[in-house]
């Protein structure tokens, strides 16, 4: 009898989460947290989610990861790039050393890096960018974060040529909720989507090997559009073949 065919290969796609408390069932104790979304929406879009906290960071994990989702969450410390914390800015120092060495260690190995909300904030600060540290600041009438645990909404237009032109067209609309975002775009990055009050909305590597998308919405919260996951876990599956083609 002939053996079975493999099951067709899934990525395995790195997430990395909150640590904090939570509580399940009759317990209430430290965490680590990924919000479900992100989760259903790898598995969805074709890969095999692999949950990384931050605790006993090893950024090495990249070289067994096809790719690399650094998720949202709470604000990145302005210490990272030499600011005064605004009075509504809340870090956890700790979850942004792991964040980073790992956003660093992706980008040095070339893993596909796909990094939403926070995770775009992180990849400009890990690269030597700036955040603005409360968008209403500067943008008084910007409704990113409606109210709390209530998502707004936004409207931006992609550069052509530009993996978010390719992915999206030449404008989409997208959840979003975040009150911090790009300032001073670090060296290696370019901006290839702005919203109209000119918030810039998705940023690329000019200098990274392989796929490198942040993006400061949150398409994981709008399933019915899943073509950025999709073209992530592509992105993926190639890094995989082509290492597979590499250390035969």
């Keep these: 009898m002939p053996a079975p065919a493999r099951a067709a290969y899934r990525p395995r796609i790195g997430l990395t989460t909150y640590w904090q408390d939570a509580a399940w069932g009759v317990w209430n104790n430290r965490a680590a947290i990924v919000p479900g979304k992100y989760v259903t ?9 692999l949950l990384l906290p931050p605790v006993g960071t090893d ?7 096809d790719g690399l989702i650094v998720i949202g969450g709470v604000d990145v410390d302005p210490a990272g790039y030499g600011a005064e ?29 796909f990094a939403i909300c926070r995770g775009a904030q992180v990849l400009n600060v890990a690269l030597g960018g700036s955040l603005h540290q409360h968008v209403p600041d500067i943008l008084p009438e910007a409704r990113y974060q409606p109210s709390p645990g209530e998502y707004g909404t936004v409207d931006f237009t992609t550069v052509a040529g530009s993996l978010a ?16 975002s790009i300032d001073r775009l670090a060296d290696g990055l370019r901006v290839t989507a702005r919203a ?14 392989g796929w490198v998308l942040g993006v400061q919405f949150h398409p994981e919260e709008n399933p019915g559009d899943a073509r950025l996951f999709h073209g992530f876990i592509e992105a993926a599956l190639n890094h995989h073949t082509n290492r597979e083609v590499t250390h035969a």
Excluded: N
């Design 41 to 49: 929406g790898v598995v969805a879009a074709g890969g095999t989610p």
């Design 196 to 209: 109209a009050d000119g918030t810039i909305e998705a940023v690329e590597s000019t200098a990274a090997p």
């Design 85 to 113: 914390p605004h009075r509504l800015t809340r870090a956890q120092p700790e979850r942004d050393d792991h964040d980073i060495a790992l956003t660093r260690a992706a980008l040095e190995a070339g893993v596909p890096l």
């Design 165 to 180: 032109a390719d992915l999206l067209g030449p404008a989409a609309t997208a959840p979003c909720y975040h009150h911090q």
């Design 59 to 65: 950024p090495s994990v990249v070289d067994v990861l």
